[in-house]
């Protein structure tokens, strides 16, 4: 009973969790629904049992709250009355309190195709169908099989004598193994009552409430008859299922008038018809045709008649099948479910099986991958050990063939020292001629010489030329600055005056502005003579360091011819004075600086940029060969152009500019 009832109440814990918008049920939203379900049974004290159980803040879970209701509700009830009429009411009497709490949860989740009534026959056919695991318990949440959702998909489309739909299962179901309520609900009213009257849609329901829940075996009006011999013959709506006989005043089963209940006990008794009987006898409570007998125990026999003999035929075998589910402790509808229910089992077995050889074929294989990929490595490793002796041999021979190369080169070497040996003795012949090339440079080295002289004497001039110059411009310098104190003390004066003499200084600005461009143009001109000064500078540098070499290689050259222990005649030269103009063309004079030139001031800001020599220059001694070939090689550099003299004035605006 407790595990009948277990899904039900699933559905009325989850839709007391979602109201109170959490995942858990505390112990005061489960006491209506326990007091309820108590009260089926007359149960005092739930109450207390409950608070015993639970804190009162506690949260319970589904699985503790189906303990509780197992051994303080359903036991007591199995230990009280085991009489299975009486469970049976009483778990229907448990699904509608159940029902009354969860249904708006689910006619929310309706899309209004269905009714109330319809919708609670749905979830008590859902409760029948839901998954059990391999003890036969209800696996929570409560779900249902999407194979058995097919079947009354099927049934219902049967039903309606509708043309079979192919339906697609999988697309519907979206490959879902198990359906919630919720989805089922959906499935029904989305593709098998679309655009099917409320009335139809009733009534196959209930049919299909009546095939797969309630089990009814037959339908259909009898005739009871009273008790007593005098007693008469009333029609009955009566219904039979599995386990039960019902007898109602009406077709619409809302006026319960009798139950039989069906048992290894019950039997049921075809009356033979007596000959003699009238319409008379059937009017005071005779025997009327077509009768049969149920005995259910020594005090429940009632006798029944149909209207035609082929109902009575009906009604027979219906009675007989009853008996025999009976006798075999189980309904047809039940032993089905069990069958398709053990053959999923056995269909997952069997794919659970094939998994786990799957993944052992798969483990084998991966075990022979790894073997292959060891083997392979393995022989990898070889190719690599092979390859590394193919390249240390390879090592080997070139070493061999650099050792043969360097011998080689050893012998090209000797060969060479050889060569090199002969080749010293042929440039110890080639000595004479080098001494000649010496005297040629030794003759270079004296043009060189004079070269250096002259350009001497002329950088001494352009000195002298500058310092004059420089001179010139500082008492340009002071005039300009007398004059302009002048004009100054002249302009106060005139200011004082007469203010209107604006156009005379004016005049004098122009004239002082004038005066210092003529100063910016000497000023040029100075750094054009310095320009010019020092590439002078520069060109005795030059010849300074070409006669410095000369000299080392007439050393290097000497030491050389030493040496070879050859021997160069020594003794002064016989030197004329000779110069591009001829003989005597030089005189002691000219190597003289003259006494006549006026020096500058050590005061004078030209003074450390301007040095005069003053030391006399003894003539160089030249060889005769320097003096035949003077006229043809005069490397005089070009004597700078003499600068005409400025006036006093342009010599004071350069030094001021200065």
């Not at 195709?113 to 319809?118: A, R, S």
């Not at 519907?172 to 593709?191: D, K, P, R, W, Y």
């Not at 009546?210 to 013959?233: E, F, I, M, P, S």
């Not at 009327?288 to 003999?309: A, M, Y």
Request: glycine share 4%; net charge negative; with cysteine.
């Amino acid at each position: 009973m407790s595990e009948k009832a277990a899904a039900c109440l699933w559905h009325a814990y989850s839709s007391l969790s979602e109201q109170s918008g959490k995942d858990f049920v505390v112990r005061g939203q489960l006491k209506v629904l326990t007091q309820s379900i108590a009260s089926i049974f007359q149960l005092a004290g739930i109450d207390n049992k409950l608070e015993e159980w639970f804190a009162p803040d506690a949260v319970v879970s589904f699985s503790e709250y189906l303990s509780f209701m197992k051994k303080e509700v359903f036991q007591q009830t199995i230990n009280t009355d085991s009489n299975s009429l009486y469970v049976t009411l009483s778990l229907d009497r448990i699904d509608e309190v159940c029902w009354l709490i969860c249904s708006k949860m689910y006619l929310k989740q309706s899309h209004g195709v269905l009714k109330t009534i319809d919708v609670y026959k749905l979830w008590r056919l859902f409760n029948y169908l839901a998954e059990t695991d391999v003890t036969g318990r209800v696996l929570c949440p409560v779900v249902i099989h999407h194979e058995e959702a097919e079947i009354i998909c099927e049934k219902i489309v049967s039903i309606l004598a509708m043309e079979h739909k192919n339906l697609d299962f999988e697309s519907i179901t979206s490959g879902v193994e198990h359906l919630a309520f919720a989805q089922f609900l959906h499935m029904i009213e989305g593709h098998c009552f679309t655009g099917i009257k409320s009335s139809v849609t009733g009534t196959t329901i209930a049919e299909l409430f009546d095939d797969q829940v309630v089990q009814v075996l037959k339908k259909g009006y009898l005739q009871r008859k009273g008790q007593g011999r005098t007693g008469g013959w009333k029609e009955h709506w009566c219904v039979l299922t599995v386990t039960q006989f019902c007898l109602y005043s009406n077709r619409d089963e809302t006026d319960l008038r009798e139950t039989f209940q069906i048992s290894t006990s019950s039997s049921v008794e075809n009356v033979t018809e007596k000959p003699g009987i009238t319409v008379l006898n059937i009017g005071l409570g005779g025997a009327k045709p077509n009768r049969f007998i149920l005995n259910n125990g020594p005090k429940q026999t009632v006798e029944l008649s149909s209207n035609d003999s082929i109902s009575k035929t009906e009604w027979l075998n219906a009675f007989e099948s009853a008996l025999d589910w009976s006798v075999r402790g189980s309904s047809p509808k039940l032993l089905m479910l069990k069958l398709r229910k053990e053959k999923r089992a056995e269909k997952k077995e069997k794919l659970k099986k094939e998994a786990e050889l799957r993944k052992l074929k798969e483990e084998e294989i991966s075990k022979t991958l790894m073997e292959l990929d060891a083997e392979k490595r393995a022989r990898q490793d070889a190719e690599d050990r092979i390859l590394q002796e193919e390249a240390r041999c390879r090592e080997e021979q070139q070493q061999s063939e650099n050792t043969r190369r360097q011998l080689e080169e050893e012998k090209q070497i000797r060969e060479q020292t050889e060569r090199l040996l002969q080749e010293e003795t042929e440039l110890r012949m080639l000595e004479q001629q080098k001494l000649q090339e010496l005297e040629q440079m030794r003759r270079e080295l004296e043009l060189l010489l004079r070269v250096e002289q002259e350009a001497k004497t002329e950088a001494e001039i352009v000195k002298a030329m500058q310092a004059k110059i420089l001179q010139e411009e500082f008492d340009r310098r002071e005039h300009l600055e007398r004059m302009q104190v002048e004009l100054e003390e002249l302009l106060q004066e005139e200011q004082l005056k007469n203010m209107g003499l604006e156009e005379i200084r004016t005049k004098q600005e122009e004239f002082i502005r004038s005066e210092e461009e003529r100063l910016k143009t000497l000023m040029v001109e100075k750094e054009t003579q310095e320009q010019e000064y020092q590439t002078a500078v520069l060109k005795l540098q030059e010849a300074e360091q070409m006669k410095a070499e000369v000299e080392r290689q007439l050393r290097v050259k000497e030491e050389e011819q030493a040496k070879l222990s050859s021997t160069v005649a020594k003794g002064p030269l016989s030197l004329n004075m000779t110069s591009h103009r001829g003989i005597g063309a030089f005189v002691d004079q000219d190597y003289t600086k003259r006494n006549d030139l006026t020096p500058l001031s050590p005061n004078s800001p030209s003074y450390s940029r301007v040095r005069i020599c003053r030391t006399p220059i003894s003539p160089p001694v030249l060889p005769d060969v320097i003096r035949s070939n003077d006229k043809s090689n005069d490397h005089r550099p070009p004597v700078p152009e003499r600068r005409p003299k400025r006036n006093a004035l342009d010599s004071s605006n350069s030094q001021d500019q200065q």
